[in-house]
C-alpha cells in the first residue's frame, strides 16, 4: 500500500482477480485507473461474511505475546543494537491478507496494532478523537486511540519545527502560508482505492526491546514523530480487517527507520521473513539477517519506493522473449518491493507471456482452463511436481527463485482435484511491477538501506535467524542463540555479533597459531 506524495501525478492503477469457488465459478477481472510513482493502498480481509465482488474490490487497494513490565530509560540511555518487533498476520486473501506489528507509544505505554509497510515512509496510529475511525476489528484484535494529552512524553509538531518544514518538502506534511508558526504540523494521505486519513504529527516516545551482544536485551526507548490520525475515511472506516495504523518501513527521514538510525538507536538496516503457512507471522528486526545464501540486488537510485531493476523473467529454466526495456525504471516503469501489497502485479507486457509459458510448462496430468481472462488449473497432483519453477533475474545476477506457491492461489476442490489460478495480476495499460507478500513469503528479505541494496534467500521463517548490528559484510559471527519470543507458535531467535567479538577470536586463533610453530 502507497500513500501518494503530494507532488504525485495522477492515481495508480491495479488489477485484481480473486476467481472461483468449490464449483469453479469465476468473478470478473476488475481493471483500474492509472499508475506513477504512487502505488495503491491494499487491504485484505476475512472472507467470513464477505461476498467475492467485496473481497475483490478490497484487495484491490488493502510472536510473541504482549511485551510486560515495560519501563522507559532515561533520554539518551537506550543503547544500539538491533531492534526487534512481533509479526502477525498471514498473506492468504482468505483469511488476513495482510502482516501487522505491535509497537508501544506514549508514557504510560499503549501497545498499537499497526500495518507492516514497506511502501510507504510514516508511522500513524489512530488519535482520539477521531472521525470515523473504527473501534473493533473482525482480526480478533483490541483497537487503541492514542491521545497526546494523556502522554507526559507527548508534544505536537508545529509548522515552525524543522521536522514539518523538511516534510513538507516530500509531500509528507501540510501548512499553507497562512498558518502561523504555532499551527499543527498536518498531514493527508489519500489513498487509491478511494480511502483516506489525515491527522498531524506528534513526538512522543516508542518503547521496543533491543536485543544486545551476547543476546541480552534491554527494554529500550526512543523518542520519535509520527501521525496522528483524526480522520479517515472509505475503507479504512471498515471494522472487519481495521488495524491501529499503517507502520512504513520507507527510506525518507520520517520513518521509523531514518529517524532510530540517525539518532543511534539502531542500524541503519532492516529485515523480514514473512512466514506463508499455517497462521502466518514471522520475523520483523531493525539489523541486517545474515543467512547462508544471501544474494543481493541494488536498489533503483533517487527513487520513492523500493525500486529493483528486474532484468528478465526464466519460467522452467527458459528466458521469457521480453525486451529488457520493460523493466526499466521510470516514472511510469519499474518493479517494486511492497509488504503492503497482498499479491503480486506484473507490468502489461510482461503478463502475457509469463501465463503462457506457464501453461506450457505444466504437467500433462494438468487441465489448464481460462475462465472470464482468468488462467486456471485443474489438478490432483502436488503443485510442486506440476508446476514449473519461476525465475526473476536482477541487476547483479541476482535471482529470486519462486516455487508454484509463489505464484498460484488455491481456489476450490473438484471431485478431489484442487483448482489453481494464477494470482499474479495484470497490471493492464502500465509499466509497474509490484512484488507483493505473495512473493515475499517464505523468504528471509534485507534492506540495507546504508548500502542501498536488497538481499534475500529461501527461509523456514518459523525459525531462528542471525542478525547483525550493522550493514556490510564480514561484520558477523554465529556466537550464539537468544530466544527472544515467548508465543510457542512463533519461535524468534536471534544471534548478535559485535566486531570485537570477531576480532577478540581471530586475535587467539592468530596467537595460538604462532605458539605452536
Known amino acids: ?24 465459478e469465476a468473478a470478473e477481472r476488475v481493471a483500474v485507473e492509472k499508475f506513477p510513482t504512487s502505488l495503491t493502498l491494499e487491504r485484505s480481509l476475512p472472507t467470513k461474511g464477505v461476498g467475492i465482488e467485496q473481497l475483490k474490490a478490497r484487495d484491490m487497494a488493502r510472536d510473541r505475546g504482549r511485551r510486560k513490565n515495560v519501563r522507559r530509560l532515561l ?17 492468504n486473501p482468505f483469511t488476513v491478507g495482510l502482516y501487522y506489528t505491535r509497537v508501544q507509544l506514549g508514557n504510560p505505554p499503549k501497545e498499537f496494532y499497526v500495518q507492516i509497510d514497506t511502501g510507504s515512509d510514516i508511522l500513524w496510529v489512530t488519535c482520539n478523537p477521531c ?23 507527548s508534544s505536537k509538531i508545529s ?10 518538502q516530500t509531500g509528507e506534511a501540510l501548512c499553507t502560508a497562512s498558518d502561523g508558526s504555532g499551527s499543527l504540523c498536518d498531514y493527508t494521505f489519500q489513498y487509491g482505492d478511494g480511502s483516506g486519513t489525515s491527522g498531524y504529527y506528534v513526538s512522543d516516545s ?40 499503517i507502520f512504513g518501513f520507507g527510506q525518507h527521514d520520517l520513518s521509523v527507520v531514518s529517524q532510530l538510525s540517525s539518532s543511534g538507536v539502531a542500524p541503519k538496516v532492516f529485515s523480514h521473513c514473512l512466514k506463508g503457512s499455517g497462521n502466518g507471522g514471522g520475523i520483523l528486526v531493525l539489523g541486517q539477517v545474515v543467512e547462508p545464501g544471501l ?12 525500486n529493483l531493476n528486474l532484468e528478465s523473467i526464466a519460467v522452467n529454466g527458459l528466458t521469457l522473449s521480453i525486451d529488457s526495456s520493460v523493466f526499466a525504471t521510470s516514472t511510469t516503469q519499474g518493479t517494486i518491493i511492497d509488504s503492503g501489497t497482498t499479491l503480486a502485479y506484473l507490468a502489461d507486457q510482461a503478463y502475457d507471456p509469463f501465463v503462457e509459458a506457464i501453461v506450457a510448462s505444466v504437467d500433462d496430468s494438468v487441465h489448464a482452463f481460462a475462465s472470464k481472462g482468468n488462467q486456471c488449473f485443474l489438478t490432483g497432483s502436488s503443485v510442486d511436481t506440476v508446476f514449473p519453477k519461476v525465475g526473476l533475474t536482477f541487476k547483479g545476477g541476482a535471482v529470486l527463485l519462486l516455487k508454484p506457491e509463489d505464484y498460484l492461489l488455491q481456489q476450490g476442490t473438484v471431485d478431489g482435484a484442487i483448482i489453481w489460478c494464477i494470482g499474479w495480476q495484470k497490471n493492464q495499460g502500465q509499466g509497474i511491477s509490484i512484488l507483493g507478500d505473495m ?21 523456514d521463517c518459523s525459525q531462528s535467524v542471525n542478525v547483525s548490528m550493522s550493514s556490510g559484510k564480514n561484520e558477523y559471527l554465529n556466537s550464539g542463540q537468544f530466544d527472544v519470543n515467548n508465543a510457542s507458535s512463533h519461535r524468534f531467535g536471534i544471534f548478535v555479533v559485535n566486531k570485537i567479538i570477531v576480532t577478540m577470536i581471530i586475535t587467539v586463533i592468530l596467537l595460538g597459531a604462532s605458539l605452536h610453530r
Not at 533520554?75 to 498473506?91: H, N
Open 159 to 168: 509548522c515552525a519545527d524543522d521536522t514539518c518544514t523538511a516534510a513538507m
Open 439 to 459: 512473493v515475499l513469503k517464505d523468504k528471509v528479505f534485507v534492506y540495507d538501506l546504508a548500502n542501498q541494496r536488497i538481499g534475500w534467500a529461501d527461509y
Open 1 to 24: 500500500m502507497m500513500p501518494p506524495l503530494a507532488a504525485a501525478a495522477a492515481a495508480a492503477a491495479a488489477l485484481i482477480l480473486i476467481v472461483l469457488s468449490s464449483e469453479a
Open 131 to 153: 472521525s470515523g475511525c473504527p473501534t473493533s476489528s473482525g482480526l480478533n484484535i483490541k483497537l487503541e486511540f492514542y491521545e497526546a494529552e494523556k502522554s507526559t512524553t
Open 75 to 91: 533520554a539518551g540511555s537506550s543503547p544500539a543494537g538491533v531492534v526487534d518487533f512481533p509479526v502477525e498476520g498471514s498473506d
Open 295 to 306: 544474494v543481493y540486488t541494488p536498489l533503483v537510485p533517487s527513487q520513492p519506493h523500493y
Open 206 to 245: 516508542l518503547y521496543f526491546d533491543t536485543v544486545l551482544d551476547a543476546g541480552s536485551t534491554a527494554n529500550s526507548s526512543a523518542t520519535i514523530v509520527f501521525g496522528c490520525s483524526n480522520s479517515q475515511s472509505g475503507d479504512l472506516t471498515k471494522a472487519d480487517r481495521a488495524v491501529d495504523g
